[in-house]
């Protein structure tokens, strides 16, 4: 792509400006935005860019042995694997409200962030990235008035707080041109195309309280729900595909035994950049095995639906 290898070397060319001979914290994610943004300022100044990644206990199933992998054998990146999941999870015990479940992570992630990086000497600037469209919805919602959904999860407020100067490689780019982006930088196809996850992990795909016997029993139907659609060949077709594991148990009835246990929502929308979605019209027979799967698979789930709410008025995320 002609118009990212210019854009690459430009932006190589203004980050080494930008930092000159200081060091550079990343928070990596593990999704596209993050990565990409490591990859690049990492071409640019190498050694000085640091990537702390902050397992919260709130990822899908191998999602950290993913990431942590894919930058220890393909980069050379210095990378600092935090995993804080007792912290999360102990912190978000016996929370329900959306909001407050939120905050809780938001605050917990620059607490913990604030503690790696202030290993890391001489640090004077942190790497996000942020996206056009984060900082268009972070100040108006569909071109409303400025009004706060929901709290996004990102380190707001953590620069000024440690004294900390942004670099924001993406900042005028768009989704699919942070991913011609990655492709030029030679990122796996494979991570490329993952869909968007969000900051608060599973959290937000738990409504009410979160237990660690819920995120389980959803990491597994997650995975299944995944499976079922690559081997579909629909992966690339869908902005974003996930399970919710809802706060409510219904009866069933498996071999001569009932069951009491959770229910789950299946979530898949298309969409040009998250602002609007459409619900993914599955075939009948799609949705019908892989319920099948779910509930046969996973202990603890004995109910499945298909979730076809179309943002707006619904959001992508549960919460
Ligand atoms: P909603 O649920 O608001 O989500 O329709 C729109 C897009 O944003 C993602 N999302 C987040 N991403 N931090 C993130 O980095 C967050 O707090 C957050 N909340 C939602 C969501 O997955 C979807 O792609």
Not at 224 to 240: A, E, N, S, V
Not at 258 to 279: E, H, I, P, Q
């Amino acid at each position: 792509d002609w118009t990212m290898g210019a854009y690459r070397e430009q932006m190589i060319a203004t980050i080494r400006e930008q930092v000159g001979d200081k060091q550079v914290i990343c928070g990596l994610s593990g999704g596209v935005d993050s990565s990409v943004a490591a990859i690049l300022i990492h071409e640019a100044i190498g050694d000085q860019l640091t990537c702390v990644f902050v397992d919260h206990g709130l990822l899908r199933k191998n999602e950290a042995d993913e990431v942590v992998g894919m930058f220890r054998d393909n980069y050379n990146i210095r990378l600092i694997h935090a995993d804080e999941s007792d912290l999360f999870l102990g912190e978000l015990e016996g929370q329900s409200d959306p909001e407050t479940k939120r905050k809780i992570i938001g605050k917990l992630f620059i607490d913990v962030f604030q503690k790696h990086a202030d290993t890391i000497d001489g640090a004077e600037f942190l790497a996000q990235g942020t996206l056009y469209p984060d900082v268009i919805e972070s100040v108006s919602f569909s071109g409303g008035p400025s009004v706060t959904i929901k709290s996004h999860h990102n380190v707001g407020g953590l620069p000024e707080k440690m004294g900390l100067k942004l670099v924001e490689p993406l900042r005028e780019l768009f989704k699919d041109e942070v991913r011609a982006l990655g492709r030029e930088l030679g990122l796996p196809q494979s991570f490329i195309g993952r869909h968007p996850f969000p900051g608060p992990g599973l959290a937000i795909r738990c409504p009410g309280e979160i237990t660690r016997e819920k995120l389980d029993i959803l990491r597994e139907a997650d995975a299944i729900y995944i499976d079922q659609i690559r081997k579909h060949g629909l992966y690339d077709d869908i902005w974003q595909a996930f399970v919710a594991i809802l706060p409510v148990r219904t009866v069933g009835v498996m071999g001569d035994g009932r069951t009491y246990d959770y229910a789950c929502a299946l979530r898949a929308v298309t969409s040009v950049d998250g602002m609007t979605a459409d619900y993914y019209p599955f075939s009948h027979e799609f949705l019908g095995e892989t319920a099948t799967r779910i509930i046969n698979e996973v202990k603890g789930i004995n109910r499945c639906t298909y979730d076809i709410t179309s943002k707006p008025p619904g959001t992508i995320e549960w919460e």
